[in-house]
């Protein structure tokens, strides 16, 4: 067997390892022109780490990352609505990761042309049509940097894993449109900083309508480290606005982030010092795209963002995509036949995202915060005389265990 990847981010990259590791050849094509270090902060939870500790990952990214001892929920004022111990500190077998979203894709991609060899990555080629027969696969890829010849290839599976504006899923859902967006923009930054607390706390202030995200991505150096911030405020009306372009690389000046930072509150933390010193500060719009019937067609599915793109609250995008390629490699090891495995892979993954998904725009975990602000929008004395710990914790508990990183007890 031989497997075509279409698109080298996290969850393309994860994939190759996953599949090298069952002795199952494949390519990755990648329409940049390098695969480099973009993107700011991310979190990676215990359930998608224990899939990089099985391919040996662990010692790379705790050079890079941060181990995620304590995660608060707080208003925006900066009352604690919720705080509870995660990865390890939490009695998982694995950690919690924060950390840069490059450097994260950078220890995947080192150990793919470690192992696999710099060949199993072609980077330059946009997966632009493809046709199947009942023996294989054949991809062709333009050149998406220089617009000269194109690339052919032949597998005997196609995986489409290649973001939510994935090619691939256009052609099998070609009127599906733009991504579904609800009107809130990201801002996102970071900054070397005095470091917080322990050095390995985050905190969320704010529900889905406006936040405030706080957490380093690195390990701290001396009394600092670098630390990551974000902002979500919904600013437009969805009905008669279009979002701004999807792009990790499009910048906002300072003059059109900082007010809206200032709306929020994290005790200890100053805010408008935090983004002012931010040396670029990244514009995203916060989208997704309904859940689909199906993601495979013959010998071609589609994995990660390109199947199930959802909104980043819960810090479970790159996640579910490690999942997935743990998922989709099992099935093409043990299956007799790819139609099989994809078909396999689809029936156990394409349920629990679908899930996700619809979660996640209600606010994921982070709905706790838009539960008591509703009831206390001017604040409180006590949380629990604004809502229940029993409440509380069913809200976020609950979260954790549909999307399969329930805290395990000790």
């Known amino acids: 067997m031989r497997v075509i990847i279409a698109g080298a981010g996290i969850g393309g990259l994860t994939t190759a390892l996953m599949l090298h590791a069952r002795g199952i050849p494949c390519v990755l094509y990648e329409s940049a022109r390098e695969v480099r270090e973009v993107g700011v902060g991310i979190n990676v939870l215990p359930h998608a780490i224990r899939e990089l500790a099985t391919l040996g990952l662990l010692p790379a990214l705790d050079k890079v990352g941060v181990r995620t001892r304590t995660l608060s929920y707080l208003t925006k004022q900066g009352q604690e609505?919720?705080?509870?111990?995660?990865?390890?500190h939490a009695g998982h077998d694995v950690p919690q990761f924060s950390i840069h979203r490059g450097r994260l894709q950078k220890v995947i991609f080192d150990a793919v042309v470690d192992r696999l060899g710099s060949d199993a990555i072609r980077t330059g080629r946009r997966l632009a049509g493809f046709v199947q027969d009942d023996s294989g696969v054949t991809a062709h890829f333009a050149d998406s940097v220089e617009g000269a010849a194109g690339q052919t290839d032949r597998g005997d599976v196609l995986i489409c894993a290649d973001g939510i504006h994935s090619a691939g899923r256009r052609v099998f859902y070609p009127d599906e449109g733009a991504p579904s967006w609800q009107g809130v923009v990201m801002w996102r930054g970071a900054a070397e900083w005095p470091v917080w607390r322990d050095g390995e706390s985050m905190a969320i202030g704010g529900g889905l309508g406006g936040k405030?995200?706080?957490?380093?991505?690195?390990?701290?150096q001396g009394k600092r480290q670098l630390m990551n911030w974000v902002v979500n405020v919904r600013i437009k009306d969805p009905a008669v606005s279009t979002p701004p372009p999807d792009s990790w690389s499009r910048q906002a000046p300072l003059s059109k982030v900082l007010p809206h930072a200032l709306r929020f509150s994290v005790p200890g933390v100053d805010i408008a010092g935090l983004v002012r010193a931010a040396p670029a500060i990244y514009e995203y719009p916060m989208a997704d795209r309904d859940p689909l019937p199906r993601w495979t067609f013959g010998r071609i599915t589609l994995l990660g963002d390109a199947a199930h793109p959802m909104y980043p609250v819960g810090s479970n995008g790159a996640s579910q995509a490690m999942l997935d390629a743990r998922c989709l490699a099992d099935?093409?090891?043990r299956c007799e036949h790819p139609r099989a495995a994809l078909w396999e892979y689809e029936k156990e993954r394409l349920p629990k995202t679908a899930e996700i998904v619809r979660t996640n725009r209600l606010g994921g975990p982070e709905r706790v915060i838009d539960e008591v602000e509703k009831?206390?929008?001017?604040?409180f004395r006590d949380v629990n005389d604004v809502l229940s710990h029993e409440h509380r914790r069913a809200i976020v508990g609950g979260y954790a265990s549909m999307a399969g990183f329930s805290r395990v007890k000790t």
């Not at 009831?375 to 604040?379: C, I, L, Q, V, Y």
């Open 375 to 379: 009831r206390a929008p001017g604040g």
């Open 331 to 333: 099935a093409l090891a």
């Open 81 to 88: 609505v919720w705080s509870e111990l995660r990865g390890t």
């Open 212 to 220: 405030f995200v706080l957490y380093p991505i690195a390990p701290a």
